[in-house]
Each structure stands twice: as structure tokens, then as C-alpha cells.
């Protein structure tokens, strides 16, 4: 046990209820003597203590939350990360390469092959729970099938099971506690099965009717679409029982087809044949490949503590804490790949870095390459947006663009200019900004305004029809390039349901004061 | 005994694979017939294997449209970059007229292309032409069908080479060339009206450690039988093959007394793969490597080998031989190999293994070796490694003598 370092681990604050990180924490628990816990809540954005107090860790691990690994590392932190397919499989290959100074902790192999390619130190970890013994292995004398109905809204429901498998299952039973909302109503056409009688539990005091339910049952069917562990599927493997996953990871990274598992696409796959003897031999494939996969578990974990004390040997960057940092990655995060992507590209990543980063695999390079961006040169004529020839060509965050115009098509827009030209070094000057709103808003939408990282200025858009000017003072100092962001916060946080201002941008111009 | 040999590489960048491996087991093999051995690579082979190997470096690489070699370990010139053919000639010129210089080459010399590539035989070719015959070195050619064939303007060059040195030859001088299978060699032989010898890796001592070890044992198989595919992953070498092949296996031994071990692809195929890796690796008993292992890494690979699969494309290898097979029967381990290439004729000459008709014949053969008593397979292997390091090492004393 190391004696003197202190560890933070950062957490969703959704896994303090659940509890799915325990293990991993444990672990740690057993590893390193000083292990202090924050659970972030993405949607509160509650302030992380590491982050305003005095620099008290020597590593930070951060559990799922990879979002937040730019932070510390740009802080000089030594950082790991466990990132989950399930929350990151979709996000740009910028968001590895700007943790190229972290250690990763992959539980998928898809996540793994993605990180390593863009250059990251990976660690791949095949997670198996404690198998039962083959005395306690279920009996295949009939179809018995289990199902935590957790994403109905998937498709993952008894109507699916009644497609695939019919009369061949002989009983269903449905745990129904969805991950969204309440349990579902089971006499409910959507859900209504008239091929097998279904058996309903639900959350009680305790998870007994869960743990029972799965032992009387000897086909699980796999509650999620994806998963970042599969924790489970892996209980399903581990107690024997046959398990029907969707073709995705972490279930494809576990579920070899017809070989100790059966792979679905529940929007395209027919009803299939399933004999009791290949269901046994299916999922006694299963069971003993959990048998081994656990000893090798069990065997990984010397090997994994090291890989994260050896986080602390990684050379670290130096830069500045800047406290605007998190709520700009935050934001950008919030907005969508894309927008996070280019977030990423124009703030922390830079083209230098990438192309003479020898671990970052030579096609990720080469798209890196094309989809940076330069900066628009501006002169004393200025900008303007749109398709001109003198377009702010470096764009994001705005559409429909007419001849000198741009319309905002995101809450997160951008675009970066060279400006060294034609201003003296030690003027005073602003960057003006001519738009228009187009129509009455009853939203009183804050724009934030970030130069180079750093938040600048916060202004209220109008509320009534007009045409404005948002000025921005440009630091003294400031380098000639110039990345400006744009972050709309409306009034009401019903992000997914509220509408963008409709937002006209004319142009760009740098003025002396 | 001769001043000195020039093994040369320019193929040789890439820190891992057989071009490293290859270089230095024919430079030490090359030890009793020279003074001096100079054994060189390309520029961008990273500084410290070259140190660790005691290679020279000095040719810039030429291939970088066949090959993917990181631009860090040495920026290359521009004109290296270039997909031009002329200027790709020019430049082999200019590093191995600059080699001959700096060491003052000299008819008591000798130079040797362990696996001939173009650009680099063109130039020693071109580079003598200049001087009449009795006053060049010895050049050794060994083809292995590889690089031989590599130019930027995506033709061959195997038979504008040939032609060359079927003119050299004619001239007088002094060029000597092999082939690494037997098929390769009558094919080229064929080509240029002269003899080809055949000349694969000669015996090292890497390679008879795992033998040995089998020799002082004698117990029955240990409860896991290790099938590995080693070398660099690649969809040519059958990695697309292998789901079906381990998976069969695993249906009929759910208690996983067979494993496989294998090398992933390289990053930039894998993720076209992403989904059939997946698969594989969610068969039980399957451990996936990294696509490029140190040669330390492959010892030990080899170390806990029982069987090696090459489930090779048989139109990529209708010529080639296999330095993984090489490796294997110099180690004594028996190999599955699928019919059609060349080295499967060596395979089935020296006994070193099973040669199957189809994919789905592998499994099948697995379980035959599976249960085959250990005292039977090592007689058996050490037979085959006899025959086969009896042949390549008078294969190569053979053709290095004048």
C-alpha cells in the first residue's frame, strides 16, 4: 500500500445510488491509503472541491466523467480515466487525443482500439464477476427467460422476446424497473405477450426478487442497447445462464455468436430456432468462460494498480489554471459532438502537437489535419459571415449562410482571426460584432463570451427584434489570434425542448479605442 | 576468408517484424566468412534498436506509399516522400554510392540484400555498371517476393529488375542470387536462365532454446495446449479466418483446454475491424496481442507455443515463404498451414506439420495434435528441425562460398 500518496476519485453522482464503481473503488481502496470520493452531477455542475482549494492530490482518478480529464490534466494533474462505451463511444476522436497526458482505463475493447489510436496510454480490462460453482448451474429441462426491462423505449421489452423466441420460452419474467421514468404497465398492448405467462418484480427494500427471479431463470436477455460494463450480463454469465445481448459493445466484446452466447438486432432480427441442448451448451460456454475470465480478473489487478501508479512517472503539461476552463469544456461538452470536437481542436489541441505525436495512429492524424481550421486574417476592412470571399471562414455553430451572413444553428458558436496587421501592440481595442436578432424572444438568453479560454464578458441577448452590436475588450497582450466562443445559456434549462434565438451574424471588426 | 559484407536493408525501419530480425540473423551467419560485418538499415530506424543490433543506418526508406513508418523517427528528405520513380532511384543512388565511398568498397568485398528490395537493388546494380566487373564486390540477392516488387508507380519492378540482372550477369559480374522457397527459386530461375539457390533463415541460437526444453522433457502434454498465430496481424495472413477456426474449437472444448493467442491488426486496420475483433475476442480462451511485439516478445510467444497457424492467402504467398514458419521449425513447433503457398512445400518435405486443404479443416487438425502424445510430436519435430537446419545452414555456407 503506498503510504503518502493522495488520490482523488471523481464520480457521477448517479453511481453513489447505484454503487456499479464500488469495485473499482475497493480495489483501490486496498491499494492506496488516502482515497477521497466527489461525485459530480453533470447537470447541477456542482463545483468540484479539487478544483478550488489548494492543491492537495497526486493523482486524480476520474470515473466516466472523461469530459473532465482536460481540466485536471491542463492543470498538470496526473490523471486517469475509466471512461464507459455507453457514454463515450460516440464522442469525436479529439476528445482521446486531448487526454494523450492521462492513462486510460478501458472496460471495452471498442473503447480501447479508439483510444489507443489517438494516442493514449490504455489500459484494457476484461471485467468477469465471481462465477458460481457447476453444482449451482441452472437446469435446461425448459426455457426459462429473465428480462430487467431497464429501456423499454429501446425496444428491449416481452413484445421483442415474443418475436424472437415465441412458445419456445416457457416462462418470462420481467423485472421492471427502467432506468427512465416509472415501471411500466406490463397489460399494456406495447408490452402484452400472450406466448408465455410473465412473472413481475420490482425494486423493494432489497434486490432479492431480482437475484431470485435470476437464479430460477436460465435465458437473460440483455436490458441495455450498449453497455460500459455489463455488470448484468456478467451476473447472467457468471450464475449460468444463457445470454441474448444486442450486437454492440461491451455485449459483443463478451457474447462470441452462437458460441457462449447469441447475438440480436432487435430491429432486424427474425425469429430464430433455439433447441434446449444449444441453449446448455451455449451457456455452460458462458458460464466457463466466466470461470477463467474471473481468475484472470483477479490475476489483471496487480498489473492494473501499477499502470495507474505509473501515471505518476508520465511527463505532465504546466499550464495555468484558468477558471473559466471547466464551464467552457462543460458547455461545449453539452452541445454535441461536434461542437465539443471543435472545442477541443481550437482550444487544447494543436495541429503541432498531433501531427509529432508518434502514438496517434496516421489516419487520425491526417483527419485531424483536415478538419482543423485556420484563422480568418482580419484587416481594417473587417469580417463578415456568410459565403463572401472575406468570410469568417473558421466556423461553427452558425448555418444558413447568405452572402455576408450567418445564422446561429447551436447554444455554442465560434470562429478564431488574426488581427496583428494593422493594430498597435499597446492599443486599447474591441472586437465589435454586428448581428440581429429576428424575432421577439421571451427567453432572456445570457451569452457567454470566451477570448483564448478565457471568459471575457457575459451579455443579455435582446428580447425584442433588433439589430445590436457586442462589443468584447481584447485583453492588452492578447495574441494576435484571436478564438472567440459564444455560449448561449437560456432562462428556462429545458435544453432538449428549447428553441435557439434566431440570430443573424453580419460581421467581424477590430477597433481601436 | 573476405575483407568485409554489407548486409543491406533499406526495407529495415520499422523497430518490430522480420526485417530487424532478419538483418541480424543473417549478419551473424554471415560472421565466418568475413573479416568484418557491417550489417545497415534505413534512417528512420529508430536510433536505439540500431544501437542495440549494432546496425548502421543509411538508407532513407523509399516506400513510404507501401509502408506506414512514422515520419519522427527520422523527417524524412523530400524527396523521399515522393511518389516519383526517377527521383526514388536517385536517391538509392546517392545513399549507396555514399556507403560505397565512406567505406571505400572494394572487389574484396561483398555486399548482401538479405530480402532484396526495388529501389535498393537498382541501385547497387546501377552503382556497378559503372565499374567494370572484376573490380566490384561480390552482390548477394536473396528474393523472398516481398520488396522486390515494391515501386512508386504501383507496377512491379520484379521484371524490370531481372532484366537488369540478367544483363549483369551476362557483363560478368559477380552476382549471386537465392530465393527463400523452393517454388520462388525455380520460378526465378526459370526467369534468368541461371541457377537460384534456396536459402531460408539459417538456424539461430534464439531459435533452438524452446527444442532443447522439449528434449529434457518427456512428460505427456500439460493441460493447456497454446495455439498461437504470431507474426504481424494481417488480413493476409488469415486473420479474418481465425473466428471460425477458434470458434469451432470452443464448441467442442467448452472446458478451454486449447487456448489461442494472437496478434491484433495494426491500429489503422483494426478499425475496420472493430466489430469482428470484437468477436473474436469474446470467444473464451482468446488472447489478443498487440499488433507489434519487441522480438523479446516474440521469443516468448514462441516459448508458449504448441502449434502455430498460418492460415495464410494462398495468392499472396503462391511464392513467398514464411519466416514465422521458419522460426517454428527451427524452435520445433509443428505448424497448420493452409494449401497453396509456397512454403507449404516445406512444410510437407521436412515433416515440420500438417498442410489442410481448407479453412474449416484447421479445426479438426488442431485437435489432432491436441491429443497426439508429446513424445511422438517432439521426435517428430526434432527430426524436422534436423533435416531442415542441416539443409539451411549448408543452404547458405553453400551459397556464400565464392
Same mark, same amino acid.
Given at each position: ?21 464500488? %469495485? ?16 459530480? *452531477? ?111 423505449? *429501446? ?159 508520465? !511527463? ?62 482580419? *484587416? ?23 452572402? %455576408? ?67 468584447? !475588450? ?15 445559456? !437560456?432562462?428556462?434549462? *429545458? ?19 | ?16 517484424? &522480420? ?35 549494432? @546496425?548502421?543506418?543509411?538508407?532513407? @526508406?523509399?516506400?513510404?506509399? &507501401? ?24 536517391? /538509392? ?77 551476362? /557483363? ?20 534468368? /536462365? ?95 496481442? &498487440? ?27 503462391? @511464392? ?65 528441425? &534436423? ?16
Amino acid at each position: 500500500m503506498d503510504d503518502t500518496m493522495k488520490t482523488l476519485f471523481i464520480d457521477h453522482k448517479v453511481h453513489a445510488k447505484t454503487r456499479s464503481s464500488d %469495485f473499482f473503488l475497493a480495489l483501490l481502496r486496498q491499494n492506496f491509503k488516502t482515497i477521497d470520493v466527489e461525485y459530480f *452531477d453533470i447537470e447541477s455542475q456542482n463545483k468540484i472541491k479539487a478544483l478550488n482549494g489548494p492543491r492537495v492530490y497526486d493523482l486524480i482518478i476520474i470515473w466516466q466523467l472523461d469530459f473532465l480529464a482536460p481540466v485536471f490534466i491542463s492543470l498538470g494533474y496526473p490523471t486517469v480515466v475509466i471512461p464507459m462505451y455507453d457514454g463515450s463511444a460516440n464522442l469525436p476522436f479529439e476528445h482521446w487525443m486531448a487526454m494523450n497526458n492521462a492513462s486510460v482505463i478501458c472496460f471495452s475493447r471498442t473503447l480501447h482500439e479508439r483510444v489507443t489510436a489517438a494516442g493514449c496510454r490504455s489500459y484494457l480490462v476484461k471485467y468477469f464477476l465471481q462465477p458460481c460453482k457447476e453444482s449451482q448451474l441452472p437446469k435446461f429441462d425448459s426455457l426459462r427467460g429473465i428480462l430487467w426491462m431497464r429501456r423499454p423505449q *429501446d425496444g428491449l421489452n416481452p413484445k421483442l422476446i415474443d418475436r424472437l423466441l415465441g412458445s419456445q420460452i416457457t416462462t418470462l419474467h420481467v423485472h421492471n424497473a427502467p432506468d427512465d421514468g416509472n415501471p411500466r404497465l406490463l397489460k399494456d398492448p406495447v408490452y402484452l405477450v400472450k406466448s408465455f405467462p410473465v412473472t413481475e418484480s420490482r425494486w423493494g427494500v432489497t434486490s432479492n426478487d431480482y437475484f431470485l427471479a435470476l437464479k430460477r431463470a436460465n435465458v437473460f436477455f440483455s436490458p441495455r442497447m450498449s453497455e460500459g460494463i455489463g455488470m448484468s450480463m456478467l451476473e447472467a454469465f457468471a450464475n449460468g445462464l444463457l445470454v441474448i445481448a444486442n450486437d454492440d459493445a461491451v455485449h459483443n466484446e463478451y457474447v462470441a455468436n452462437w458460441v457462449n452466447g447469441i447475438l440480436i438486432r432487435p430491429d432486424i432480427t427474425n425469429v430464430f430456432e433455439l433447441n434446449i441442448q444449444e441453449a446448455k451448451d451455449l451457456a455452460y460456454n458462458g458460464w466457463f468462460g466466466s470461470v477463467n475470465g474471473y481468475q484472470e480478473w483477479l490475476d489483471t489487478r496487480m498489473h492494473l494498480i501499477e499502470f495507474i501508479k505509473d501515471t505518476m512517472l508520465m !511527463p505532465m503539461t504546466t499550464c495555468k489554471a484558468n477558471p473559466h476552463f471547466m464551464s467552457a469544456i462543460l458547455d461545449a461538452y453539452s452541445l454535441g459532438a461536434d461542437a465539443y470536437g471543435h472545442f477541443l481542436r481550437e482550444h487544447i489541441l494543436s495541429r503541432h502537437s498531433i501531427e509529432h505525436n508518434q502514438k496517434i495512429a496516421l489516419p487520425l492524424r491526417s483527419l485531424f489535419h483536415k478538419l482543423s481550421c485556420n484563422s480568418s486574417v482580419l *484587416d481594417a476592412e473587417g469580417l463578415f459571415f456568410g459565403t463572401s470571399p472575406k468570410s469568417v471562414a473558421n466556423k461553427f455553430g452558425f448555418d444558413k449562410f447568405d452572402s %455576408f451572413t450567418a445564422y446561429l444553428s447551436s447554444q455554442m458558436a465560434g470562429f478564431s482571426v488574426t488581427h496583428n496587421e494593422f493594430i498597435k501592440t499597446d492599443s486599447e481595442i474591441v472586437l465589435s460584432i454586428f448581428c440581429q436578432l429576428e424575432n421577439d424572444d421571451d427567453n432572456n438568453w445570457l451569452m457567454l463570451i470566451y477570448i483564448n479560454q478565457t471568459l471575457i464578458t457575459q451579455k443579455m441577448l435582446p428580447k425584442k427584434k433588433c439589430d445590436f452590436t457586442i462589443e468584447i !475588450p481584447v485583453l492588452k497582450g492578447a495574441s494576435s489570434r484571436l478564438d472567440v466562443l459564444f455560449s448561449f445559456i !437560456p432562462s428556462q434549462l *429545458d435544453f432538449i425542448n428549447i428553441e435557439l434565438p434566431i440570430l443573424k451574424f453580419f460581421s467581424v471588426h477590430l477597433l481601436e479605442i | 576468408m573476405r575483407e568485409r559484407a554489407f548486409i543491406c536493408d533499406p526495407v529495415c525501419a520499422l523497430p518490430y517484424g &522480420h526485417n530487424v530480425v532478419g538483418l541480424k540473423y543473417f549478419s551473424e551467419a554471415s560472421k565466418p566468412f568475413y573479416n568484418t560485418i557491417i550489417p545497415i538499415a534505413s534512417t528512420c530506424l529508430p536510433e536505439d534498436i540500431a544501437l542495440k543490433y549494432g @546496425f548502421e543506418r543509411g538508407f532513407e @526508406f523509399y516506400y513510404y506509399n &507501401h509502408i506506414n513508418i512514422d515520419p519522427i523517427n527520422k523527417i524524412p528528405s523530400a524527396h523521399s516522400l515522393s511518389s516519383d520513380y526517377d527521383l526514388m532511384i536517385e536517391l /538509392a543512388i546517392q545513399d549507396m554510392s555514399t556507403i560505397y565511398e565512406k567505406y571505400v568498397i572494394s572487389e574484396n568485398d561483398a555486399l548482401f540484400f538479405p530480402c532484396v528490395d526495388y529501389y535498393g537493388a537498382m541501385a547497387i546494380l546501377e552503382l556497378l555498371y559503372r565499374i567494370s566487373p572484376p573490380k566490384t564486390p561480390f552482390v548477394y540477392f536473396r528474393f523472398i517476393g516481398v520488396m522486390e516488387n515494391a515501386t512508386s508507380i504501383g507496377l512491379s519492378g520484379l521484371p524490370k529488375l531481372l532484366k537488369d540482372i540478367k544483363k549483369m550477369l551476362a /557483363a560478368g559480374y559477380k552476382i549471386k542470387l537465392c530465393a527463400e522457397t523452393p517454388r520462388y527459386a525455380d520460378s526465378l530461375a526459370s526467369d534468368l /536462365a541461371t541457377f537460384v539457390n534456396v536459402v531460408p533463415y539459417p538456424t539461430h541460437t534464439d531459435m533452438i532454446k524452446k527444442l532443447t526444453i522439449i528434449e529434457g522433457g518427456g512428460e505427456e502434454y500439460k493441460d493447456i495446449f497454446t495455439v498461437v498465430c504470431p507474426g504481424s496481424a494481417r488480413c493476409d495472413k488469415g486473420y479474418l479466418d481465425l473466428f471460425d477456426i477458434f470458434s469451432t474449437i470452443r464448441k467442442i472444448d467448452p472446458r478451454q483446454s486449447i487456448k489461442f493467442v494472437v496478434q491484433g491488426l495494426p491500429v489503422a486496420d483494426s478499425l475496420q475491424h472493430t466489430s469482428y475483433t470484437n468477436q473474436l475476442y469474446a470467444i473464451p480462451g482468446v488472447k489478443i496481442l &498487440h499488433s507489434t511485439l519487441s522480438e523479446e516478445e516474440m521469443n516468448e510467444l514462441y516459448s508458449l507455443s504448441d502449434l502455430v497457424l498460418l492460415p495464410y492467402d494462398t495468392a499472396i504467398y503462391a @511464392f513467398r515463404g514464411s519466416a514465422v514458419f521458419m522460426e517454428c521449425i527451427s524452435r520445433g513447433i509443428p505448424v497448420i498451414a493452409l494449401a497453396g503457398s509456397a512454403f507449404c512445400d516445406q512444410i510437407i518435405y521436412y515433416g515440420a506439420g500438417s498442410v489442410v486443404p481448407e479453412i474449416g479443416s484447421f479445426a479438426n487438425e488442431i485437435l489432432q495434435y491436441r491429443y497426439v502424445s508429446k513424445p511422438t510430436l517432439i521426435t517428430k519435430m526434432y527430426q524436422a528441425r &534436423h533435416r531442415y537446419s542441416i539443409d539451411a545452414d549448408y543452404a547458405f555456407i553453400q551459397w556464400m562460398t565464392p
